[in-house]
Structure formats: C-alpha cells, structure tokens
C-alpha cells in the first residue's frame, strides 16, 4: 500500500471558492455593530474638544465594523468639517467617536 502523504489534509481547503467563502466568514465574525453613545458620554466627548489644549487623549472610535483604539495628540480639530485630524494625517470625523479620555 502506498502512503497518501499530505493529500489526507487538502480537503479543508482544496477548492478556491471555499478558501474565499471560508475568509469571508472569518471576516464576518469579527465585525462590530456601531455601539450607542449615552448622552453623558456625548458631553464628556464635546468638553474635552472644547476644551483641548495639547493634552495626549485616548481615542476610542468605530470603523469599518470595528473598535480601534489609539492614542495620540490632535494636530487639529475642525468643527466645520466635524473631524479631527492626528498627526500622521489620520482623520477621525465625529460620528465614528465612541469615546475620549485625557492621559
């Protein structure tokens, strides 16, 4: 008798519309429905806009159905557009905020 080898493990992911079914699934299950803000937690967010003077803050918002997190001193906040702008040129608008904290 001859040995299979490693063929015995290809099933799991032999055709290619499984492979992709299956990382569409992988994707699927990681995604976050946009939490809700509580009204407190709106003001605790406008105060410290209103009053930001270079402080580094903890950013804590929703996108692309996930939570991130990051860290970090705004370069600008521009009430017109509605975003915040950090300075790697990354662009927060203000409905993806979930929360702020000072360090």
Excluded: C
């Excluded at 519309?17 to 994707?27: I, M, N, P, T």
């Excluded at 997190?69 to 950090?86: A, E």
């Amino acid at each position: 008798m001859s040995e299979r080898g490693m063929k015995k493990w290809a099933p799991y992911k032999s055709l290619n519309e499984q492979d992709d079914y299956l990382k569409k699934l992988h994707q699927n299950q990681n995604k976050v429905e946009r939490p809700k803000i509580s009204s407190d937690e709106a003001e605790n967010i406008n105060e410290i806009l209103v009053n930001y003077h270079g402080e580094e803050l903890i950013i804590t918002y929703w996108r692309n159905d996930k939570i991130n997190t990051v860290s970090s001193i705004l370069k600008k906040i521009d009430p017109i557009n509605k975003k915040i702008v950090l300075p790697e040129r990354k662009t927060i608008y203000f409905n993806e905020l979930i929360s702020l904290e000072r360090v």
